[in-house]
């Protein structure tokens, strides 16, 4: 039981809620339902972290300022929601990626040795376990990815979202989103190439 | 087999990697839960104070005729109609000459000639015959 009290709270509510639209708990939210707002933040706060911290290099700090800035726009827009509009998720990713893109925008300015770097050559990566070494080494990888390739190969990737979904979150073409995904692989191969041997895929 | 340290990762081995990363997503912590929760019960209540006491009352019964009359100028004309319908009704017959402006009463001299009210309602009399058969 190392899990906090809300996440198992909310896993519970989230268990028992499954079928319901996420548009149908926002209006709810809307019209003052306070549970709605929970099962709400139990789906979309950990896809909307997932998202951020990757976006961000997996500065969880920031991934989690995110998070909540997005959600309260969420809970602002709420109740005046065009329902059939957006999807209520696609909405929330676009927001995360433009909140994303304005503080990498604004950390560029500011301090450019403030992105990770990837973290090479650990010696102790061999012994760890591969998964956690693999899912390290391909966020050290996606952090070296242009912003916009970063956000498409996450979303496809990562998050499980459609083309036509990212499309919308960035606001481009469905074209411009598989040549976005497309390059990005092929720049995260070539990146991850090199280490190759400490991920377990040496003998390739 | 001629591989060099150059040779891009092979798509499973992407896909794989992929999926550790999947497995291995930052779960929120119940600070950031709690953030989020508050920020929605300050919305919910931001909103309330803001909306309070303007409750417009629904149109009545009353409200929706007088609109599909054609407002309070089309109620006063009916007002009127009403009032002159009374006065006919209860105004002397000669009066009712004086509103027609003559046309009633042939132009004969004979001040005297008048009209029964009965005479300018042409059913009265077929009315008036259903009654006595009727006892």
């Given at each position: ?66 998070t909540q800035e997005a959600m309260l726009r969420l809970w602002k827009v709420a109740p005046d929601w065009r329902q059939g509009e957006a999807k209520v998720s696609t909405w929330l990713y676009r927001v ?61 990737h990562l998050e499980g979202r459609t083309n036509p979904e990212i499309a919308e979150v960035l606001e481009i073409s469905v074209e411009a989103v598989e040549s976005l995904t497309a390059r990005g692989k ?19 | ?101 003559g046309i009633l009463i042939g132009d004969t001299g004979t001040a005297t000639v008048s009209y029964e009210f009965e005479d300018l309602l042409p059913g009265y009399e077929g009315f008036a015959a259903l ?5």
């Amino acid at each position: 039981m190392t899990k906090g009290y809300v996440t198992r709270v909310m896993a519970m509510a989230f268990d028992a809620q499954t079928e319901v639209s996420d548009e149908a708990l926002l209006v709810a939210y809307g019209n003052g339902d306070r549970e709605a707002a929970a099962m709400l933040t139990a789906r979309l706060a950990p896809r909307v972290l997932g998202f951020a911290a990757r976006m961000l290099g997996g500065d969880r700090a920031e991934a989690e300022d995110v998070t909540q800035e997005a959600m309260l726009r969420l809970w602002k827009v709420a109740p005046d929601w065009r329902q059939g509009e957006a999807k209520v998720s696609t909405w929330l990713y676009r927001v995360s990626a433009n909140l994303c893109t304005d503080r990498l925008r604004k950390r560029r300015s500011v301090d450019i040795d403030a992105i990770p770097e990837p973290e090479d050559g650990r010696p102790e990566v061999a012994e760890a376990m591969m998964q956690g070494a693999r899912a390290q080494a391909l966020e050290d990888a996606l952090a070296q990815l242009p912003d916009r390739q970063r956000a498409a190969v996450t979303l496809r990737h990562l998050e499980g979202r459609t083309n036509p979904e990212i499309a919308e979150v960035l606001e481009i073409s469905v074209e411009a989103v598989e040549s976005l995904t497309a390059r990005g692989k092929r720049a995260l191969a070539a990146i991850l190439a090199g280490r190759r041997e400490e991920l377990g895929y040496g003998e390739d | 087999m001629a591989k060099t340290e150059h040779t891009p990762l092979r798509d499973d081995a992407l896909e794989e990697m992929f999926r550790a990363a999947r497995a291995e997503a930052p779960e929120p912590s119940d600070s950031l839960m709690a953030r989020i929760m508050a920020d929605a019960e300050a919305e919910i209540a931001a909103r309330a104070e803001a909306a309070h006491p303007v409750r417009t009352p629904r149109p009545g019964l009353w409200a929706a005729l007088v609109a599909a009359i054609g407002g309070w100028p089309a109620l006063a004309s009916m007002a009127t109609a009403a009032v002159a319908g009374v006065w006919l009704g209860f105004g002397a017959t000669e009066g009712v000459d004086a509103l027609a402006g003559g046309i009633l009463i042939g132009d004969t001299g004979t001040a005297t000639v008048s009209y029964e009210f009965e005479d300018l309602l042409p059913g009265y009399e077929g009315f008036a015959a259903l009654e006595t058969e009727t006892d």
